[in-house]
């Protein structure tokens, strides 16, 4: 399956350097670049910077690496789930709060979570549903999120565990930070940022408590992501919560280019 392989990145090295070159060039650095489970999958892992910015880069990644690998007769592929014989494609997003000075409001000396990161996990837990076709635009979006591919089905979160939504890596205080694992390479990186804040933001806003972290197999769980695009629609449109967020005009315009699109 190819995932972390040292010997394809080695053989195609000329072209892992090249995309490297080019995002340095572009102003949209890397932190890693490597092989992923299947054949052909690459995981780029974009250096982290402010929303609005995270949202440029990605956008631009996208953009400029299929422009760069068409140039050599290949194609740079960002469905969320481009085979039934192998998991999707993701586009993870990990999120951290800064207070004015610019420190993190997720970091603890102690060894427990603090309130802040634990509202925040409540709030995508409670509102990410009624979110998620910003997320996940497309009907090919839905059919990444089935059990067993790395790819969520509920809105379980976890410490160190990949089978939930909502992942809490381990890490420094300092580096503390929640990896939203619902978005799929299709996703809108400005939409799904926005989304995950919004949530984010509802939960601290309304001192959300999380459910209690998931250690085994999220899948095992009742599947309750929506399955289906128009299921996700029909969430976004009696969303008094998304409208409040993010504007009456925006939810009815998006709305209706949606349904459109699916039509």
Same mark, same amino acid.
């Given at each position: ?6 010997? =394809? ?24 670049? *490597? ?25 631009? #990644? ?9 140039? /050599? ?7 969320? &789930? ?9 586009? *993870? ?9 610019? /420190? ?24 990410? =549903?009624?979110?998620? @076709?910003?997320?996940?635009?497309? @009907? ?21 565990? !990949? ?17 939203? !694992? ?24 309304? /001192? ?10 999220? #899948?095992? =769980? =009742? *599947?309750?992501?929506? &399955? ?5 629609? /029909? !969430? ?17 315009? #998006? ?6 699109? *699916?039509?």
């Amino acid at each position: 399956m190819f995932g972390y392989s040292v010997l =394809r990145n080695s053989v195609e090295s000329d072209l892992y350097n090249e995309l490297l070159e080019l995002c340095i060039s572009m102003d949209m650095p890397l932190e890693g670049l *490597h092989t992923e489970t299947g054949p052909g999958v690459l995981e780029a892992a974009i250096l982290v910077d402010e929303s609005l910015n995270s949202a440029d880069k990605a956008t631009l #990644f996208k953009t400029f690496s299929k422009v760069m690998f068409q140039k /050599k007769g290949l194609i740079a592929n960002f469905m969320a &789930k481009w085979s039934a014989d192998y998991p999707g494609q993701a586009g *993870h997003i990990h999120l951290s709060l800064q207070d004015e000075k610019g /420190k993190s409001i997720f970091a603890s000396s102690k060894d427990e979570l603090p309130k802040s990161l634990l509202y925040f996990i409540g709030g995508l837990q409670t509102y990410m =549903r009624e979110f998620s @076709v910003m997320i996940a635009p497309t @009907v090919n979006s839905y059919k990444r999120l089935c059990p067993g591919a790395w790819a969520p089905i509920n809105m379980t979160w976890g410490i160190e565990n !990949r089978t939930v939504a909502f992942r809490v890596p381990t890490s420094s205080p300092e580096s503390r930070r929640i990896e939203n !694992r619902i978005p799929g390479a299709d996703t809108n990186p400005y939409l799904a940022i926005a989304a995950s804040l919004a949530c984010g933001y509802l939960g601290l806003k309304e /001192k959300l408590e999380p459910e209690k972290p998931t250690a085994g197999d999220a #899948f095992e =769980r =009742r *599947h309750n992501i929506p &399955k289906y695009l128009p299921d996700a629609l /029909k !969430r976004l449109k009696v969303s008094n919560e998304l409208s409040e967020t993010l504007g009456n005009e925006f939810v009815t315009l #998006f709305t209706e280019i949606k349904q459109t699109e *699916h039509d």
